[in-house]
């Protein structure tokens, strides 16, 4: 037990650092670099969400560092937005970001804290942690739309249809841990404002039709069929969201189509 909580305080110390330090991320001169890890930005954030809910009944030292791997790679992510020399979005919009995230991660360490010490979630910081994650990705989709219409960068559809079938998912994910791990959870994740799951995931279908739409083959071929198959077997639990499902599996595959989902964006900027 002693050893248990030694690892854990070590977790959180690390999460800690993290979050009060900067990076000397390397400046991303192009609009499609910023693209990218602003992309990568808002992924890590709902990975960092989902592993919470899943910590918040389990507090396990494996989830907990889960928690901490995202978050290291959101603020990666956030760190070579604030250091690009791209000028897509203002110095107040990427700040106004940066100080979001900060509040994010303040309310994290927080709930974080209250299942260490007391072995179970406090449902009221519970709730204040989905609204600011919430807002942070929104603010960061936001963000997104702007810096892609003010980079001129003409991105391949399949690319876009990729980045934006893997936040659906990320999206679905937390609600569906949400779910799965509070008994308030209709409370977390904007559920009463978002659209149903159902919808979203045709929203995801017709996103990943998309970026199968041009034959690919080879290796992005096989990539994509593999997100198909994991897909095809969890559908229905987003369809059917009301049924009782075994929320492991449903996570666990859908971070492995959002993997998968990022391996197809790297392959195909790699082809273009």
Do not use: C
Not at 86 to 97: D, F, Y
Not at 140 to 159: H, P
Not at 217 to 229: F, M, Q, W
């Amino acid at each position: 037990m002693k050893d248990t909580r030694l690892r854990i305080q070590s977790v959180m110390a690390a999460l800690i650092f993290l979050s009060l330090t900067a990076f000397g991320a390397k400046a991303q001169e192009s609009g499609a670099e910023f693209l990218a890890d602003l992309h990568d930005f808002r992924i890590n954030n709902y990975l960092a969400v989902d592993a919470f809910y899943n910590f918040s009944t389990s507090g396990d030292t494996e989830t907990l560092n889960r928690i901490v791997v995202a978050i290291n790679n959101a603020n990666d992510a956030m760190n070579s937005v604030i250091a690009s020399t791209s000028g897509v979005l203002s110095a107040n919009q990427i700040e106004g970001l940066n100080q979001t995230f900060d509040q994010f991660k303040s309310i994290m360490r927080s709930n974080i804290n209250e299942v260490r010490d007391r072995g179970y979630p406090d449902l009221r910081l519970m709730a204040d942690m989905a609204d600011h994650a919430l807002n942070l990705n929104s603010s960061a989709s936001e963000l997104y739309a702007i810096a892609q219409e003010n980079s001129g960068v003409k991105t391949d559809d399949r690319v876009e249809s990729a980045r934006s079938a893997s936040v659906i998912m990320a999206q679905m994910m937390v609600r569906y841990a949400a779910r799965s791990n509070s008994s308030v959870s209709q409370a977390f994740q904007g559920a009463a404002s978002e659209i149903p799951l159902d919808e979203q995931a045709k929203q995801f279908e017709e996103h990943l039709k998309n970026v199968r739409s041009t034959s690919p083959s080879g290796e992005l071929k096989a990539t994509l069929s593999d997100v198909a198959s994991k897909w095809d077997f969890i559908r229905g639990s987003y369809i059917n969201y009301n049924d009782n499902n075994v929320s492991f599996i449903i996570g666990r595959y859908s971070k492995g189509i959002i993997k998968g989902l990022t391996t197809a964006i790297e392959l195909m900027l790699t082809d273009a």
